[in-house]
């Protein structure tokens, strides 16, 4: 008599090249593939391509504007159920970002069938459903294909008032800086990949991946907030230089001021970094003057790709405690101000 045994089923970042937002294109390889690409002119489109924006924007009336985005990516943990709640909250941030609220959205799914179980993509599934609920809003549809890897995302609708509507491109000299979530997403996810990440550690990633960032509507209401953004792939210094380039502006920021992870810094400095980390440098750090005495650990946080990362706020000075406050509110407790914007060419400089 002979006995077989069931294939284990192996653990999902062991079947992706790439997790999270650390699956996306380098800057500077997107900027060569858009180059030339012109759209048509639509008066009613809000928000376009123009500025490397969060969500396309366009308005309906004089009180309303349908906000659309989309996000997928390959795993960035291997617990399926989670997989499905940081995908969904990284897509949804797009629409919060946009100062929008979130009415829909539609599953993206590219599974190895042949090589995950139906329970496992199942648990996917539910995860995304699970972080559409806690927003308010249904997963009505989507679209499924099978995949070399497995791929899982949303397309998001929202809407939003063309009165509140905040774009990466109006932030004002002199407006403070805030950013909504520490960094260290991606460190962490290279940490995890080889077996180095502690417990503790593991649920802190998690939290703040999906954490949805609701905070971006009462931000985009409130007085004073000109511009907004949220940090992903490209890394914190990435999207801030959209933000420079798209109001011709640069930045200062001080990294002592931003928010971390713990234990980021020892991970970074134990060679746990992302490849997308270096491509990120290699695309923009022509723009970025680093101090002398920070060190290659610094750049590697700065640069390292966030998955569901925090929103960054550009706000005149005096509506910086009402905007932290609007965080707080909203569970963000490690909100804080990393620095300015200034008059001057776009560029980004960083003090210790």
């Known amino acids: 008599m002979s006995t077989t045994s069931a294939v284990p089923t192996p653990p999902l970042t062991s079947l992706s090249h790439g997790g999270g937002c650390g699956c996306k294109l380098s800057p500077g390889v997107l900027a060569d593939l858009l180059k030339g690409s012109t759209a048509a002119p639509f008066a009613a489109l809000l928000v376009g391509t123009e500025t490397a924006d969060d969500a396309a924007v366009y308005q309906l009336n004089e009180t309303q504007a349908v906000v659309a985005t989309t996000d997928f990516f390959m795993p960035i943990v291997d617990d399926p159920f989670e997989f499905g709640r940081i995908a969904a909250a990284n897509a949804l941030s797009d629409v919060y970002a946009m100062g929008g609220r979130p009415i829909l959205a539609l599953a993206l799914l590219a599974m190895p069938v042949k090589v995950l179980p139906a329970d496992v993509i199942r648990e996917i599934l539910r995860g995304g459903e699970a972080i559409c609920a806690e927003a308010g809003i249904p997963i009505a549809g989507g679209h499924s294909i099978d995949s070399l ?37 991606g460190i962490m996810s290279a940490a995890l990949k080889k077996g180095q990440l502690a417990a503790t550690d593991y649920r802190a990633m998690i939290d703040t991946t999906t954490r949805l960032n609701r905070a971006g509507p009462d931000l985009a209401e409130l007085g004073g907030v000109h511009a907004m953004t949220d940090v992903t792939g490209f890394g914190l210094l990435g999207h801030l230089l959209e933000m420079c380039r798209g109001a011709q502006l640069s930045a200062r920021v001080t990294m002592a001021s931003v928010p971390l992870l713990d234990h980021v810094l020892a991970m970074a400095g134990a060679g746990f970094i992302t490849g997308a980390s270096a491509r990120n440098w290699a695309s923009y750090g022509d723009e970025v003057r680093l101090a002398p005495e920070l060190q290659s650990v610094h750049q590697a946080l700065l640069c390292d790709p966030q998955t569901s990362g925090g929103l960054l706020v550009a706000c005149a000075p005096d509506a910086v405690a009402a905007a932290l406050g609007i965080f707080r509110r909203h569970g963000l407790m490690q909100a804080a101000v990393i620095g300015a914007m200034t008059d001057a060419e776009p560029l980004v400089y960083v003090e210790a």
Do not use: T
């Open 149 to 185: 890897e497995p791929i899982y995302g949303l397309a998001a609708v929202g809407v939003v008032h063309p009165r509140h509507l905040k774009r990466n491109s109006q932030a004002c000299a002199g407006d403070a800086l805030l950013l909504g979530k520490p960094l260290g997403v």
